[in-house]
């Protein structure tokens, strides 16, 4: 059974870099089916996604985030992470990683259980 | 403003059935089948329940079933249960730069 665990800092302060890594456990980041995703959701709100990564480095970044973003890979550790740069109260939000299938837009099969990244001075 | 459009919310009683619709345009639920829908109760991470339109993965209830008409992508839950009442996402591939976008979510209340 293939899981997701995000893990970071859950306080950022304004204008500083937020960065989360993702474990992936059950399963190798090195599979050439899956993309590995970032979205996030600020409280009360819907979701957004952020961005992915294929295992040979490859990125898709969300245009309104992608000045700020790098997704990055780690096969030996079997880990994938997340750079927000220059954050603001805005990027306050539950952050997930998940795995969406290659094949096959949108299908999004395994997500973390979400890690909470507070921007507060 | 999300790019799709769900209403926010909806209810039924047990036992009845309900639809939830997510409004695109050509460039995305309209021009493909990349629509998927997803389940969240509180506090938990969303679940995948259908995806590429009608299709569920292994596990998920007969219950839930999908389809679409144009630019617009429903999800209908059959027999509600107390244990549906979550909030309901689609997503859709889209052929802007964006490439994912989901709806702005609908809260299912069961009466």
């Known amino acids: 059974q293939v899981q997701l665990q995000e893990s970071g800092p859950g306080l950022v302060k304004p204008s500083q870099t937020l960065s989360l890594t993702c474990t992936v456990s059950g399963g190798s980041i090195s599979s050439g089916s899956y993309y590995w995703s970032w979205i996030r959701q600020p409280a009360g709100k819907g979701l957004e996604w952020i961005g992915r990564i294929y295992t040979s480095g490859s990125t898709n970044y969300n245009p309104s985030l992608k000045s700020r973003v790098t997704i990055s890979v780690d096969t030996s550790k079997n880990q994938f992470s997340l750079k927000l740069s220059s954050v603001t109260a805005a990027d306050t939000a539950v952050y997930y990683c998940?795995?969406?299938?290659?094949?096959?837009?949108?299908?999004?099969?395994?997500w973390g259980q979400g890690t909470l990244v507070t921007v507060s001075s | 403003q999300s790019a799709l459009t769900q209403p926010a919310s909806v209810s039924g009683s047990p036992g009845q059935s309900i639809t939830i619709s997510c409004t695109g345009t050509?460039?995305?639920?309209?021009?493909?089948?990349?629509v998927s829908w997803y389940q969240q109760h509180p506090g938990k991470a969303p679940k995948l329940m259908i995806y590429e339109v009608s299709n569920r993965p292994s596990g998920v209830s007969n219950r839930f079933s999908g389809s679409k008409s144009g630019n617009t992508a429903s999800l209908t839950i059959s027999g509600l249960q107390a244990e549906d009442e979550a909030d309901y996402y689609c997503s859709s591939y889209t052929s802007s730069s964006t490439l994912e976008v989901f709806g702005g979510g609908t809260k299912l209340t069961v009466l």
């Open positions: 050509s460039s995305d639920v309209g021009g493909y089948n990349y």
């Open positions: 998940a795995r969406e299938d290659r094949y096959s837009y949108g299908l999004i099969g395994y």
